[in-house]
């Protein structure tokens, strides 16, 4: 199998497994390694770019730990399956990377936008004082034309300012704080729990009314340690299934 997607440079100083592990991601990211496809063998990539099978194995071994491949006994590498969602809420990616990853087709209807009034559980979360100012979003998110997560956003405005003009139904929120105010995501404090979905919710995500979800609450980090961004989102209970790989290290 050729693997025209990887790049290696044995002359950069980046360690030569972590360049492999990058190209792979870009991969699984941009579409070009599908869920459920099979990767290269070991030594296929040895052979093809002069690299030693330790450098492809610890590549492959720090992608199998974050989520993203899972070794099947006798049969090589995969990549893993968006029918489990643990895969991408461990690593931080847009929702277009995640349906390209997932070799799916995004779709975004935004639901709402508007200046919210001081609320203290939200704002403590932004480290906002009263009189700050913070945006809201919400979003419902589709795949492949089928209802997939209902998502609400808080942002501080006064660090993003005009941020509220942008198109969402069109645009990633995230994509516009990187390329329109140099701001973007270092890591996400993520909890999960159940509960029973919101009454406006239930026909959006075609759930019984009373039904079970899956609700997923972020505060999401830049690259200077500041919150940028909390959010809420929202899985049908029967149709998401997040699975985690748990190592005694």
């Known amino acids: 199998m050729e693997a025209d997607f990887i790049r290696i440079n044995k002359y950069s100083s980046i360690p030569l497994y972590e360049q492999l592990e ?23 990539i040895c052979r093809q770019f002069g690299i030693s099978r330790p450098v492809v194995r610890q590549a492959y071994n720090n992608l199998v730990k974050d989520g993203m491949l899972e070794r099947k006994r006798g049969r090589g590498s995969f990549v893993r399956s968006m029918e489990d969602r643990g895969i991408f809420i461990m690593r931080l990616m847009n929702f277009g990377e ?22 203290l559980d939200i704002f403590s979360k932004l480290n906002l004082e009263r009189g700050q100012r913070c945006l809201h979003l919400e979003r419902m998110r589709y795949a492949d034309g089928q209802p997939f997560t ?9 660090r993003f300012p005009g941020i509220e003009k942008h198109d ?32 406006s919710l239930a026909p959006l995500l075609h759930v019984e009314r009373k039904g079970p979800i899956h609700l997923i609450e972020s505060i999401t980090f830049d690259q200077f340690e500041r919150p940028m961004d909390y959010s809420l989102e929202t899985y049908p209970g029967n149709t998401h299934r997040f699975d985690f790989v748990v190592y005694n290290d």
Do not use: W
């Open 22 to 44: 990058v190209c792979l991601v870009k991969a699984m990211r941009g579409g070009l390694l599908k869920p459920g496809q099979k990767l290269p063998t070991e030594d296929e």
């Open 150 to 158: 209902y998502i609400e956003n808080y942002v501080p405005m006064e």
């Open 168 to 199: 969402y139904n069109h645009e990633s929120l995230y994509k516009v704080m990187k390329e329109e105010y140099g701001i973007y995501p270092i890591r996400a404090v993520r909890s999960m729990r159940a509960e029973i979905i919101k009454p």
């Open 98 to 119: 995640e349906m390209a990853a997932a070799g799916m087709k995004p779709g975004t209807d935004l639901k709402k936008i508007e200046e919210i009034p001081f609320d």
